[in-house]
């Protein structure tokens, strides 16, 4: 599977879910350092074709488009876990958002096939900025036009539907 448009929006990121698309959560014993050229990056897991990161560890920090240039050099899938819902009262910033939207563009632009794992529903996300302020309103704007590619995954009702020939 390669490509960014065959990336998936997977929620609520059940174990069943995960591992109908050969994604098993990385032990604690796979997490690891990666460097970076603005400093280091712990992830959940670096195997050689997959990139386990949390959306805190990514865009969490200081990370910016050049950090995520090598790493997309290097890996050619991504699952990013912990994707909050900007509705729901989330802890992450406009910083946090601007650097997820800096992570997509690098991921679209290299083809880089993605996983999004969420805890709740992205909908709001996908379907536009609601009552928040102008600067992030965008941002989450144009986050939503670049998830709006991705399929999305909702439950494992869902998953069984899609697996039975039902999409």
Known sequence: MAGFRQGLVITPGTERQL???GLFRPSPS???VLALPTGSLAVKGADPDLLWASFAELCGGDSSAADYVPLART???WVVDGVPSPSAGSAAGPAAWQRFL???DVLHERDITLFLI?????????AGPGSVPGELAATLSRIGERLSVLRRIESDE???YEQSGGC
């Open 158 to 160: 869902q998953l069984a």
């Open 102 to 104: 800096a992570l997509l």
């Open 19 to 21: 591992g109908s698309y």
């Open 30 to 32: 796979q997490r690891d």
């Open 118 to 126: 969420a805890p709740e529903p992205l909908g709001s996300l996908l």
């Open 75 to 77: 890996f050619p899938a």
